[in-house]
């Protein structure tokens, strides 16, 4: 049976995790327009305390099936280890609910298309969490790129680099690329041709804590990710650079997070004098940056899921947006698996 | 016949070469102890004229062989385009001169031997001028480093990024990575293994103007650099990973340059339940900033050059750091030309 | 009656005024060990309403008489206006409650008087919530101070400006300066002996919205705050000049917001040649910034308050800590609207 | 006689001084179009050995009258003490030369106007050396100030403080201050109606190495200065405000030192029911730094004097500027004098 779209009533929400993210995503439900948050679940007892204290008409339970399985849940949020991703999503799906998955969507490519198949199989919103998408931030250079402001892109650089956290079931790669797939992958028009990745582990059980991935796109874009957990600062620096112009993004600024500069290269005729050299002049003009919406981005994505299953639309992040993620970070880990292909000093 | 050591008397200094940082080099070399700036030769007259307006005792010339040639020139220096470094300092060397060559040493390692078996032939004193290696910043990282207090080196990673100055004759690589490896080079007690790269040209006549390059050593110690004429702002920093310490180099901060972080994992012993976890716990302790010596670089350089023609001392930034340089430059070049082995998506 | 000391059983908290404050101060009661909060009372229902969503376990009223008079209540928690204060702490201490105020303690040194002497005849715990001194930041700085570390304090200098907010009842002196006033009465071991003011009203009905406060203390120790209500930026900098060490103290800044310098003059004798002029000699050595606890400042401060019910211990913040507040505001608005003495040009 | 103007010659430059400043100047003059320098004069022999070196054709000299007197001089550049500028400018201006002179210009105003007068009467070049008003920056500010980008200014506030260099003949505000009351006046077009002004001296001689200055103008437009020579950090940092934008001016950033905000408040009426309150909105748009001419400012300013000289145009910061300066630094000194009339706590 398809989900049905839940336009005119309330839409009623099941919780599963309230780890680290949960307790985020369940006070955005709460406080969300037209939903209600019926149900949570988690395995940890203290947790489901602290929910139950907090919010004392939702449900709590340890078994992830009571969610799944009330007829009175219309949408089944999902927030627990990234392996677990799958098997909770699909029962949700074929229960007949709409779903919600944290990021990264699932273990494998082959588990996500099955998801996405699943979901429109049964007619259900199937959303993936790049929560980043949804800030003033992105919104406002998605603005900037569809605009033709920048000129052409030609390259999309990024640096996520902080101390910890250590994740048990996935390396950094995994932890944090996530983010910066999903925001290049909605900045961008322009389809991956392939991956290469060079870390290193130098810290417990084998997976890298730094890794440097590269996306390799046509017509020269180049896109780089340097992640790493065992730095000593936090650094969420993005530079983006356009023929025309060029933008540097920086998460961790209060407020002018997202910096447009006027600067570029022109590229003259070479005369017959000088045919061995480019003529290359610069062009150095203002910086601006431009006012940004400070709601919390998790608002509006929960607003944007609620809508997309009220209307049927697509969601920004949909599955095949979390799948097109997990393609590069398997790609990224095939890389890494069989190791560089250096040239020999 | 061997260059003679000028313990007691005056060194006598030919410059050849006065574009953008010739004029450092004279004036550096004019006002240091122990030597006098006799001849300098340029093709531009213009600029032979300012400087010899600056320094009238100075005598200019446009033949680069009445520097080399005069009997009275004990050392000869050469700042002139990538592309003349060797010819010239083989051309030195062989007239019995000391020689003083600006990085990148050559174009090619195979010049470069040649440079360094013609110096210890001839009993010279040859110094590459990869002057970041004497600034206090990295003489201090330097002292950190060697005295352990970093612990185990993990990773040293590196952006140096700006808008232009597009070269003419080299890629961006060459252009910027110099820096950087003659740091890593000076501060790690490493050797190398191979050198991985990508890069793109987005502008003018196919040299690579953004580009990464990856130093990989034994003991999973990973180096990488960031380099691109094509940035909208200046970045210069550089992150040393220990397993005790870790480092965050801004070159331009104004005085706190060097950051020393007490931070990083201590990994703990698997407990019998949780066998197939990792016990990683963080430790973030203080930060200092050790008060750094801001003498000119150049000046510390050129004494340094002066006295080890002096004593017959070998040069810290000798021959043989010139040379790895363009071994890891030469390796970063095939691996740009070959283009990125990736894995398709 | 004097209010009785509820060291073994849990205290119950009544709170007043649910607007921008009261929600972080009852969070923290509610998860603070060893208290409930019972009641809530606020004139806006749609906030109360909010309030009981969360905690469905707390009593709303629209009548602060209702918590006031609850024999229940063992400490009423007040957030409201300023103008409130009085009037609210007073009849709640008659009415035998321990008593939370917000900063400004109230709006004139009279009133303050008589709830400090209402408490201390009830025996009643009576403290100020100046957060900013249960910080890790402040807590740190106190240490250093009170170690001597800093040697004789010569000057603290402090910026707080911003954008708005502009309150209806205060000018930017009351909104602002109580912080920088009570982190400065905290840190430094002196009695100030006056204070001198100016400021200037641009918008509005009449009260400044940017001024500049010099607060005068024995042996050539001065205090100056800068505060301004129409800045484009945030800035919360302070500086505090000691004779041996400084510190630089920067609350936006994410981690490092302590920064002590290893900075100074030393002066010399003056010789007998150069009798005119001082021989002053720089020290510039090293910067470190300690790590801090980063634990929220109303954890601390909900905990202390507590502490000093159970135990009859008297709150760091106190009576006499608010009251001095007082003083300070009122002595900058006679400056003010005396308006500036000037030598005339 | 009247000083000639050398519209069609070279103009004739003499240097008196060169200590910290002189040698700045007279590269400027070097370089500069249309002037020579001809001779430069200082007591201590080895800084004239230092610039006979790098100028062989100047002559040097250790007494001033060789400069004034010789007749081959057409301009007198005087960069000693301040103490000493009234009575050379004095006698240059005698002697029939235009004259440069180092800020702040004079120890009193009455040396000020009896200069102007004297110039006047000479009808020669006084230019009075507040070479920021010649940077990109500030002349970029005067821009947006005078197009009335900035609406009305409500208020301008410099903090300018590092780690000494005490002056031997002055306070901290004569050293400081004379940049942001040159920059201030030359930005605003408003005459000071007063000045107030609070201070301490902790080291040595008796002068204030912390003081706060403040300019009143009609209107409510108030200037505040924090000048400090016993800070940690060297900050350099503007904030001017205005009813439609708001700059902030950091002369330390490297590229972006000026910032123009389009943030403010809008006053709106007020409604019956609210009498009480003033409705006040926040206005937060774009940021943008305009691009800034790099040109180095002294080179401007030498360029302007010459010009002055030739054309017999008035300079920007001509004598009157350089005496308004020392007005308002007369006028702090009486109040740091008196000391501060503070409100007894």
């Known amino acids: 049976m398809a989900a049905e779209r839940a336009a005119a009533s309330t839409i009623k929400i099941g919780v599963i995790g309230c780890g680290y993210w949960g307790p985020n995503l369940i006070r955005n439900f709460v406080e969300a327009e037209g939903c209600a948050v019926v149900s949570v679940c988690d395995l940890n007892l203290a947790r489901l305390a602290a929910m139950k204290a907090r919010y004392p008409t939702i449900e709590p339970s340890t078994d992830y099936r009571e969610v799944i399985d009330d007829p009175a849940v219309d949408a089944v949020v999902i927030a627990t280890p990234v392996s677990t991703h799958h098997a909770l999503a699909r029962e949700a799906l074929l229960a007949g609910k709409h779903v919600w998955v ?143 112009k060029m933008i540097l993004y920086d998460d961790l600024e209060p407020s002018e997070k997202v910096k447009v500069y006027d600067r570029g290269v022109k590229v003259g005729e070479n005369s017959g004098e000088k045919r061995y050299q480019t003529l290359v002049a610069y062009r150095t003009g203002d910086m601006y940056a431009p006012h940004l919406d400070h709601t919390e981005a998790l608002r509006f994505a929960t607003s944007h899921f609620l809508e997309c299953i009220a209307t049927g639309r697509c969601p920004i992040t949909n599955g095949e947006a979390g799948l097109q993620t997990i393609r590069i970070l398997e790609a990224a880990d095939r890389c890494l698996k069989r190791g560089a292909r250096w040239e020999v000093l």
Request: aromatic residues 8%; hydrophobic residues 45%.
């Open 102 to 244: 944290e990021k990264p969507m699932t273990l494998t490519s082959a588990e996500a298309e099955e998801l996405i198949d699943l979901a429109a199989c049964k007619n259900a919103t199937l959303m993936v969490d790049h929560t980043f998408v949804y800030t003033g931030a992105v919104q406002k250079m998605k603005e900037l790129v569809a605009s033709g402001d920048l000129g052409h892109i030609y390259y999309y650089d990024s640096v996520r680099v902080n101390l910890g956290l250590f994740q048990h079931d996935v390396n950094v790669v995994w932890d944090l690329a996530p983010h910066d797939i999903s925001i290049m992958t909605y900045l961008l028009d322009a389809a991956p041709l392939g991956v290469s990745a060079v870390g290193a582990c130098h810290v417990g059980n084998g997976a890298e804590n730094i890794a440097y991935v590269t996306i390799h796109f046509p017509d020269n874009l180049i896109a780089h990710f340097h992640d790493n957990w065992l730095a000593p600062v936090k650094v969420r620096q993005t530079l983006i650079g356009g023929s025309r």
